[in-house]
């Protein structure tokens, strides 16, 4: 059974990193897209970014505007996303998402509704 486990949420000031990590039961290969999402209270969850694991394709909101990259880590089972000059508006829960079968495409990627398997979530909390 896939499954996917994100950390590194945590509590910052504005103008702070982070880096969330997605720890996948499968080799990363195994999946065709992988992505994050963010959802804050009371709001859609929306995608952050994602990627097609093992090609250089990438994909961000545009809210995101430079400050994010995600990354295929070396040891083939984890995703991670660097997070720099957060703002208050980053605060959320990060989930990560994954699919096989459909790859990230520019009119698919941030479709929450193709990613079959998600993690729990970690929470980011950006403070002004």
């Known amino acids: 059974q896939v499954q996917l486990v994100e950390s590194g949420g945590d509590s910052v000031q504005t103008g702070g990193s982070l880096r969330l990590s997605c720890e996948a039961s499968e080799y990363t290969y195994t999946y065709t897209c992988m992505a994050w999402f963010h959802q804050a209270p009371g709001k859609e969850r929306e995608v952050v970014a994602a990627?097609?694991?093992?090609?250089?394709?990438?994909y961000y909101a545009d809210f995101v505007e430079n400050r994010f990259t995600i990354s295929q880590d070396n040891d083939d089972h984890t995703l991670s996303l660097q997070m720099d000059f957060l703002k208050p508006d980053d605060t959320a829960m990060y989930y990560c998402?994954?699919?096989?079968?459909?790859?990230?495409?520019?009119?698919?990627?941030?479709?929450?509704?193709?990613?079959?398997?998600w993690g729990q979530g970690t929470q980011v909390t950006v403070s002004s």
């Open positions: 998402a994954a699919r096989a079968g459909t790859f990230c495409y520019p009119d698919n990627w941030d479709d929450a509704g193709l990613y079959k398997w």
């Open positions: 990627m097609n694991p093992g090609t250089p394709a990438l």
